[in-house]
């Protein structure tokens, strides 16, 4: 069966600090994989999708850039953290169908201090 | 422009007290509607996809019915373990999938 590992589960980071959020998925190939933020009361915002090894799309311009530097994984990153930044970051995968559901791991909190 | 909206925002029920969330939308081209459930500090969990006006899908006390401009989630008889959000999203294109704020349930024992 298919498993998603995401880590670290909690992160505090000073403002202008960099990051690195890693997520890998194990037991499919070639997934469409996702990064989410979601912030209290709100919908979860798409931050950036990859359908291959180092294809990514970015669906809202900000501080953050992600990378697919293998099939399974999918990283997201920031030179420079800023306070809005904060949130709950979540990665998820998908199956070949492009009507199949979207699948999360358990999300990592983030608090820029 | 396209939305997706949960109501009520939470939901307060004694357990045995069913009751239903609702899950509007307004999407051009909908190609499916998702649900989810999400307990505090975890990610979402897979629950039901539905494609056309008139689809229904159950799981245990859950049934997700569809309609199109809006999708219910009827919780028969709720027990404390139901307690989560439930999420709802919308798929309107590849990789664009817009979700709603969620619903707060909480069951009272």
């Known amino acids: 069966s298919q498993t998603i590992h995401q880590w670290p589960a909690t992160l505090v980071q000073p403002v202008g600090s960099p990051l690195s959020l890693e997520c890998t998925v194990e037991g499919t190939s070639n997934p469409n994989l996702y990064w989410y933020r979601q912030a209290a009361g709100r919908g979860l915002q798409l931050l950036f999708y990859?359908?291959?090894?180092?294809?990514i799309s970015s669906e809202v311009p900000q501080n953050l850039s992600a990378s697919r530097p293998q099939d399974r994984q999918f990283i997201l990153s920031s030179k420079k953290l800023l306070l809005s930044d904060s949130g709950f970051y979540l990665c998820?995968?998908?199956?070949?169908?492009?009507?199949?559901?979207?699948?999360f791991g358990n999300g990592t909190r983030l608090t820029v201090t | 422009e396209d939305q997706v909206t949960q109501s009520p925002e939470a939901l307060r029920l004694q357990e045995g007290e069913s009751s239903s969330l609702n899950c509007s939308y307004t999407v051009s081209g909908l190609r499916g509607l998702f649900w989810y459930r999400q307990d505090p500090g975890k990610g979402p969990e897979f629950l039901f996809t539905?494609?056309?006006a008139g689809e229904e899908k159950e799981k245990e006390r859950l049934k997700a019915t569809l309609t199109k401009k809006e999708s219910f989630l009827h919780i028969t008889a709720p027990k404390p373990e139901d307690s989560a959000t439930y999420l709802c999203?919308?798929?309107?294109?590849?990789?664009?999938?817009?979700f709603g704020a969620g619903t707060r349930l909480t069951v009272k024992p």
């Open positions: 539905l494609y056309s």
């Open positions: 998820a995968w998908r199956g070949d169908s492009k009507d199949s559901p979207l699948h």
């Open positions: 999203a919308v798929q309107k294109r590849d990789n664009d999938m817009r």
């Open positions: 990859s359908v291959g090894i180092g294809q």
